[in-house]
């Protein structure tokens, strides 16, 4: 378990709330604004005031596995690439091949994020979170602000020009012209991603404007703003599957037709469609089925020091947790310790190809919250940008890593 401090110690109610509501208050002014979230009939908690002592070594190790572990997807996309028939292994929808089996001069995504779980008996990634990573706002406005309260260092200081040096890469690798447009969606609806949206259109060097989601007008030819505009480079924070089931007023198939539009070039989107293709859980699966086939040595020794063994079925594994392949936000996750049932969810993506990975506990850590000192399970999330390491998100929550899991800030000693 990792020390912290609060910002109202000794923990008194009264005090601690209005403390928490005065951050809550700048936090929100800067675009974070789901510092509670209501969810069971009630506000839920979701930033707490606490800040995390965190060693310098522990956040170097993370650091660098980081690196290798976005080396080895890296490695595992160019392995796709040669072997297309592969994709019938990764659970995507079928409807989507054609957007896998394009040309592609990218990179398989440039803003990603890997989950790890740190113990004393090793840290490993449980997965790759590739396609519509959040939790950037929190490592950018949150980070800042906790860490100025505490009057502390924030190790995530240079997550801005993180991004901006991802956008000049993507308008290279684009080829995006400075009277060109970048167009920014997601669902309207959505305060966290909206917000998110706006934090990375806010450092993109050139022309940028953001069109809800539901107000994008797919036409039979192209992809349109509402009063016109064609739109031919789309920044879209919304899953790539999720397209399939769009449909008009009227009934029409228009996320189809969208997602054709992106088949024949007439829409350039970012991430690209080989993001979904990583997203998938059953790449970590195909990771350990080739370890030996496709990867050096040197890799092989990464893997077998950052991942967890990961299989189709669960019969090799006394002690596991189930994911579906395409599954978000820890819907459709059971864990198994022994055979004992830790903690299901039940309510989502249960029609879903699933892989079986490897259970690896996840540590204790106590936070400061509203109602006390409360304990739970630790996760670190770490964001790749253009291929660099870009800045952490501790969450702390049950087994099932969920919306409500609570953010934390962190500093180095």
């Given at each position: 378990?990792?020390p912290y401090k609060t910002l109202v110690e000794p923990f008194h109610p009264e005090t601690y709330l209005k403390r928490w509501e005065a951050v809550e208050k700048k936090v929100s002014a800067q675009g974070f604004t789901w510092a509670t979230l209501y969810e069971n009939y009630e506000d839920n908690q979701y930033m707490s005031d606490s800040i995390l002592l965190v060693p310098n070594a522990m956040a170097r190790e993370i650091e660098n596995a980081t690196r290798a572990v976005d080396d080895i997807f890296k490695k595992t996309y160019e392995q796709i690439e040669k072997n297309r028939s592969i994709l019938n292994q990764l659970g995507v929808p079928v409807m989507l091949w054609d957007l896998f089996l394009m040309e592609s001069r990218t990179r398989f995504s440039y803003f990603s994020r890997y989950d790890f779980i740190a113990s004393s008996k090793?840290?490993?990634?449980?997965?790759?979170?590739?396609?519509?990573?959040?939790?950037?706002?929190?490592?950018?406005?949150?980070?800042?602000?906790?860490?100025?309260?505490?009057?502390?260092?924030?190790?995530?200081?240079?997550?801005?020009?993180?991004?901006?040096?991802?956008?000049?890469?993507?308008?290279?690798?684009?080829?995006?012209?400075?009277?060109?447009?970048?167009?920014?969606?997601?669902?309207?609806?959505?305060?966290?991603?909206?917000?998110?949206?706006?934090?990375?259109?806010?450092?993109?060097?050139?022309?940028?404007?953001?069109?809800?989601?539901?107000?994008?007008?797919?036409?039979?030819?192209?992809?349109?703003?509402?009063?016109?505009?064609?739109?031919?480079?789309?920044?879209?924070?919304?899953?790539?599957?999720?397209?399939?089931?769009?449909?008009?007023?009227?009934?029409?198939?228009?996320?189809?037709?969208?997602?054709?539009?992106?088949?024949?070039?007439?829409?350039?989107?970012?991430?690209?469609?080989?993001?979904?293709?990583?997203?998938?859980?059953?790449?970590?699966?195909?990771?350990?089925?080739?370890?030996?086939?496709?990867?050096?040595?040197?890799?092989?020794?990464?893997?077998?020091?950052?991942?967890?063994?990961?299989?189709?079925?669960?019969?090799?594994?006394?002690?596991?947790?189930?994911?579906?392949?395409?599954?978000?936000?820890?819907?459709?996750?059971?864990?198994?310790?022994?055979?004992?049932?830790?903690?299901?969810?039940?309510?989502?993506?249960?029609?879903?190809?699933?892989?079986?990975?490897?259970?690896?506990?996840?540590?204790?850590?106590?936070?400061?919250?509203?109602?006390?000192?409360?304990?739970?399970?630790?996760?670190?999330?770490?964001?790749?940008?253009?291929?660099?390491?870009?800045?952490?998100?501790?969450?702390?929550?049950?087994?099932?890593?969920?919306?409500?899991?609570?953010?934390?800030?962190?500093?180095?000693?």
């Open positions: 378990m990792l090793g840290l490993k990634v449980i997965e790759g979170n590739i396609d519509t990573p959040c939790g950037i706002v929190e490592a950018a406005t949150g980070q800042d602000i906790l860490c100025k309260e505490h009057n502390e260092t924030n190790p995530n200081s240079d997550i801005n020009q993180k991004v901006k040096e991802t956008w000049e890469q993507v308008i290279r690798d684009y080829n995006i012209r400075s009277s060109e447009t970048l167009y920014f969606t997601t669902a309207d609806w959505h305060d966290e991603d909206k917000q998110t949206v706006h934090y990375l259109m806010s450092l993109y060097p050139q022309q940028a404007k953001y069109i809800p989601l539901e107000e994008l007008v797919v036409e039979k030819e192209d992809l349109r703003t509402p009063t016109g505009e064609k739109i031919e480079f789309l920044f879209r924070l919304w899953p790539l599957e999720y397209f399939l089931d769009e449909k008009s007023n009227t009934g029409e198939p228009i996320g189809e037709q969208f997602l054709v539009h992106i088949i024949e070039g007439k829409v350039k989107i970012i991430n690209p469609p080989a993001s979904l293709l990583m997203q998938s859980k059953a790449i970590l699966a195909l990771i350990t089925e080739k370890k030996t086939e496709w990867y050096t040595r040197t890799e092989q020794a990464v893997i077998d020091k950052y991942f967890l063994t990961t299989y189709s079925s669960p019969e090799l594994l006394h002690s596991y947790v189930k994911k579906p392949v395409l599954g978000r936000e820890g819907g459709g996750i059971r864990v198994v310790q022994n055979g004992t049932v830790l903690e299901e969810d039940v309510d989502y993506y249960q029609d879903q190809r699933a892989i079986y990975q490897e259970y690896f506990p996840m540590p204790d850590q106590t936070i400061g919250t509203w109602d006390g000192p409360y304990t739970g399970k630790l996760l670190i999330s770490s964001h790749v940008m253009n291929g660099q390491p870009s800045g952490l998100v501790f969450r702390v929550g049950s087994y099932i890593t969920g919306n409500l899991s609570m953010f934390v800030a962190y500093t180095t000693i």
